[in-house]
């Protein structure tokens, strides 16, 4: 099946912006979504459908895709944005596939 | 209000078999478009997604792990059975079950995980 691959680790200073990418062949056809996960928590949908936010996701958070790279942009980066992020997809065969995470550590 | 929570047991013996229920609310799974899947994750790893079964009782599985995975609904309980045979330690892990809608493939709602422990 596909793979989709991130960065381990990203930082960003207080009050900056941070983008954090995923790779995969199936981003070409297929939207992303992404999750934040905080320690001991369950994962929590920021964006569906590439670019759309959920009800009650703060707007400094936006999604975007450009050929086989999706990409989640934080703008003004909180402390409370400190979480690993995760890239999810679907591919040819129905398999879902999550990307690596990546850890974002906020200065 | 959507909630989904996992039970089953903490600890399972290498080889047995594994049967967790996804019991929900808020939602049927009779509605078109609806779904449920499991998703787990091992203790510092990434989220491996599972299985998924729809509305209509189609069912979907990883392909690394579809041999051993069996998913079922109860439409009339609100609930949903991930069955895995033979466990490994290699199975340990917190595993998860959330909703996803057929028009955005996104998994928007999650329960709090229920970890699971392979050990003899």
């Known amino acids: 099946s596909s793979q989709l691959t991130q960065d381990p680790a990203v930082s960003v200073a207080l009050g900056q912006t941070v983008r954090i990418t995923c790779q995969g062949d199936?981003?070409?056809?297929?939207?992303a979504s992404w999750y934040q996960q905080k320690p001991g928590q369950a994962p929590v949908l920021v964006i569906y459908?590439?670019?759309r936010r959920p009800s009650g996701i703060p707007d400094r958070f936006s999604g975007s895709r450009s050929r086989n790279t999706a990409s989640l942009t934080i703008t003004g980066a909180q402390a409370g944005d400190e979480a690993d992020y995760y890239c999810?997809?679907?591919?040819?065969?129905?398999?879902?596939?999550f990307g690596g995470g990546t850890k974002l550590t906020v200065l | 209000q959507v909630t989904l929570r996992e039970s089953g047991p903490a600890l399972v013996k290498p080889t047995q078999t594994l049967t967790l229920t996804c019991t929900f609310s808020?939602?049927?799974?009779?509605?078109?478009?609806?779904?449920v899947t499991w998703i787990r994750q091992s203790p510092g790893k990434a989220l491996e997604w599972l299985a998924l079964?729809?509305?209509?009782?189609?069912?979907y599985y990883s392909t690394s792990l579809k041999t051993r995975l069996t998913i079922s609904k109860d439409t009339s309980k609100n609930q949903v059975v991930l069955t895995m045979t033979n466990v490994d330690p290699e199975d340990t892990a917190t595993y998860y079950c959330?909703?996803?809608?057929?028009?955005?493939?996104?998994?928007?709602?999650w329960g709090q995980g229920t970890l699971v422990t392979v050990s003899s």
């Open positions: 199936s981003l070409r056809t297929y939207s």
């Open positions: 079964i729809d509305w209509d009782d189609d069912k």
């Open positions: 959330a909703r996803m809608l057929a028009t955005t493939g996104a998994f928007d709602y």
């Open positions: 459908d590439t670019d």
């Open positions: 808020g939602f049927s799974l009779s509605t078109s478009g609806m779904c």
């Open positions: 999810h997809s679907r591919d040819i065969s129905n398999d879902r596939i």
